[in-house]
């Protein structure tokens, strides 16, 4: 049930303890999430490609689910657009950030629960779900979560899916520069590679499109795919974006023109996989 008052709905808590781990990880970012991340240039590009691809697929008053929500940015700048948006997370301090962003939007609404466990969430109610920034890579189930989407998604809706491949040029190059081998191909360990935040840590998952359009065939077929930060300075290098800005500027070109081809699409820093709900 959404509860259309406060902006909130409870959901019971059954994670594993990855899921616990995932949480605890991202609830220590998140009283200082919006001050580090926001001002970050290469994620406001980022975010701005990103609603450009979701205003093409629908329009407002459309409904939108962000499952990997945060604390609310992408749900809070959709709603000013009129789109009615739901933002869930796992994390309880995410939520709480966000909820300070609903209290003056009608359009706006979130709850804590996880995107592999969105029972209390109705079903057939959203035209798309959204999950940003990599999201899905803290789970190795990619299957179950597509079906939580389709479940939620009214027919052919759909699901914009922003994921980190399993090898990233940029990162590879950042890593070896520094004589960092072991970590400079990280992505690509069996099993997921562990990562932590402020001392927490979790497992993170990296899947290739190909892989990661096996794992949604079931529900989804794929409409469009293309990648962010094959060339240019991804947001762990916004430094260099902000010292280059015209060297930016035309590797911003290069990407745009190669972003959908299938070999540069697997190796940028993120990509965008469009799914749209198949029909039943």
Known sequence: MIQKEGGTVESPATTP??????????????????????????????????????????????TILDINCGTGTDALYLSTKGYSTFGVDISEEMIAEALKKSAVNPNLQFARTSYDDMGALPE?????????????????????????????????????AVLMPSF??????????RGQLKQAFRRLRRGGTQTEFNGKAFTVHYFNPQKAAQQFASHFFVREVYAWNVFTPPPHAWRVATTFPRLTAQLEKIDRMICHVPLFRSIGDHYVMVLEKRPR
């Open 124 to 160: 057939n109610r959203f035209d798309l779900v959204l999950s940003n920034f990599g999201g899905l890579n803290c789970t190795s189930d990619l299957r179950t979560v597509g079906e939580h989407v389709a479940k939620r998604l009214k027919p052919e809706g759909y699901f914009v």
């Open 168 to 177: 990233s040029l940029w990162e590879t190059y950042a890593y070896a520069a």
């Open 17 to 62: 303890m990855h899921n616990q781990d995932v949480s605890a990880a991202f609830g220590s970012l998140a009283r200082n999430y919006d001050v580090t991340f926001d001002p970050n240039v290469v994620i406001t590009r980022l975010r701005k490609n990103l609603y450009g691809t979701i205003s093409n697929l629908v329009h407002p008053p459309a």
